[in-house]
């Protein structure tokens, strides 16, 4: 089973920027879609932006604009790219490869202080 490693979160000012970085080793990232999640305490993760082997790209409506994802596939990396962040993007945010297979990595914490 491959298994996604999530890295660059950390604390950040409203309006700043961050990249976050989603490692995973295996033959099959070239082929996986991928997407990154956000999890707030107490709350259900929820989906902020899908990406599929083609590049095809599904963004939620609030981060629509400020962030980007992109993929490396010579690097099995995925990246999300935050700008202009807002302290309601603070939460932790998962990795997950969709297809094939279902993986989730551990998370990386971003905090957006006002």
């Known amino acids: 089973q491959v298994q996604p490693v999530e890295s660059g979160g950390g604390l950040v000012q409203a309006g700043g920027s961050l990249r976050l970085s989603c490692v995973a080793s295996?033959?099959?990232?070239?082929?996986?879609?991928i997407g990154w999640y956000r999890q707030v305490p107490g709350t259900q993760r929820d989906l902020v932006v899908l990406?599929?082997?083609?590049?095809?790209?599904n963004y939620a409506d609030s981060v629509k604009g400020r962030f980007t994802i992109s993929r490396d596939n010579a690097k099995n990396t995925v990246y999300l790219q935050m700008n202009n962040v807002k302290p309601e993007d603070t939460g932790v945010y998962y990795c997950?490869?969709?297809?094939?297979?279902?993986?989730w990595g551990q998370g990386t914490q971003v905090t957006v202080s006002s």
């Open positions: 997950r490869i969709v297809a094939p297979g279902d993986s």
């Open positions: 295996g033959s099959i990232f070239s082929i996986a879609a």
């Open positions: 990406i599929t082997s083609a590049g095809r790209t």
